[in-house]
């Protein structure tokens, strides 16, 4: 607390530091793309960079557009890091999903076109230890549609949602090894599950990462485990670009 106090007395320009990044990401099965911008400001709440350059604590509100042309959606975020390696967040968006034939989903008998709210709470980490890293996500997600009756379609985890409110887990893990400055290789994990109407899938892709300056490049190949128990052969490429880092280290 005497940190915070203490930062409410600087100039904002010394405790605020702006960031913004944008991504876009590409998926063969099931068929997904979307393109997201976010915005956010840290501000710091203790420091000790002097002993180690992650040793330091913010609290970051930041926004988020992101749009896959027939689904829309604006999401605002608070996060909370003790330490700039584990993060607590929570947040909220509005979806609007103008499409009635999302891949996967049988539009005739669930809801696909629909006006959609998000509430989340969630805890990520990343860790390394010389060339190896890790890095977890882990999210509970209330999801609620304008069509209060019968299921769903939650084209994020590509599950079926009960009664138009149901909660989606999510897990995601990264472990991978650095060979150089440019170049990573890896394994990446995501399970979803959705919990009033239990169903699930998971996606497992091994990867490998390319650098160029503030763009990263991601390209992987795996299998995706579908709701109704198959696997099914998918590849992704995922577009990352980092224009200010302030105070968020992934």
């Given at each position: ?21 944008a991504q876009s ?12 911008a976010?915005?956010?400001?840290g ?28 689904v829309n ?7 909370f ?13 509005l ?13 005739d008998?669930?809801t ?31 999801v609620q ?6 299921v ?22 990264i ?58 052969f ?13 105070l968020?280290?992934?």
């Amino acid at each position: 607390m005497k940190y915070l106090i203490f930062a409410l007395l600087l100039p904002i320009s010394a405790w605020a530091t702006l960031d913004y990044s944008a991504q876009s990401l590409v998926r063969s099965y099931p068929i997904g793309f979307f393109a997201a911008a976010t915005s956010g400001y840290g501000f710091k709440v203790w420091d000790k960079t002097d002993v180690n350059p992650a040793f330091y604590g913010y609290i970051r509100p930041s926004a988020t557009v992101q749009t896959s042309l027939v689904v829309n959606q604006a999401r605002a975020q608070i996060d909370f890091a003790p330490v700039a390696f584990m993060n607590f967040y929570a947040g909220a968006a509005l979806v609007n999903r103008d499409f009635n034939d999302l891949d996967t989903f049988n539009c005739d008998v669930v809801t696909c076109r629909a006006k959609m709210s998000r509430q989340y709470i969630g805890f990520k980490m990343a860790l390394k230890f010389k060339t190896i890293f890790l890095m977890t996500d882990h999210r509970f997600e209330r999801v609620q549609t304008s069509d209060k009756n019968g299921v769903f379609a939650e084209e994020m985890g590509t599950l079926l949602g009960a009664g138009g409110d149901d909660v989606l887990r999510v897990n995601q893990l990264i472990l991978g090894h650095e060979i150089n400055e440019k170049w990573a290789i890896g394994g990446l994990v995501i399970a979803n599950a959705m919990e009033k109407l239990v169903n699930s899938t998971r996606m497992q892709v091994g990867f490998a990462r390319r650098t160029f300056g503030k763009l990263t490049v991601l390209g992987g190949v795996g299998t995706f485990h579908t709701r109704s128990n198959s696997d099914v052969f998918s590849t992704l490429v995922l577009f990352q670009w980092s224009g200010e880092k302030g105070l968020t280290l992934f």
